[in-house]
């Protein structure tokens, strides 16, 4: 094989790899910690009065998502029944991702054993 031959073998693999695109991009945290489950599980217990109060979740939509996400051992933070600590923490993930030019969000796991098996059912294409 010549010399043309690879450069064009080169060119073909260069145009299939797709180069980082923040636009398009996004960064997932997953913080495994029980002491900050439980704080951010609490906190919404108390904020919603046990669930009765739902307004301070904020949308329908949002609650049933934390409501099946809790049981599976994972909390997302936009889901939370605590206004001030969901604008608190919308507002930290903004500013970091307004500083690295790339959208950045993460959720809270109970421990390893919830992360895993959440991140099971994704595959990577």
Known sequence: MNSENYIEIINNYINEIKLFDSKNSEIYVAIINK???YKLF???LKETDYYTDLTKFSS????QYYMKNITLGFIRPDTIGS????REWLRFFK???N???ISISAAIYLDENCFHI???QFKLQ
């Open 35 to 37: 002491a900050l489950f």
């Open 42 to 44: 609490s906190k919404t």
């Open 60 to 63: 329908p939509k949002n609650h």
């Open 83 to 86: 206004v001030k600590l969901r």
């Open 95 to 97: 500013d970091l991702s």
């Open 99 to 101: 500083e690295y030019n």
């Open 118 to 120: 959440i991140i099971s």
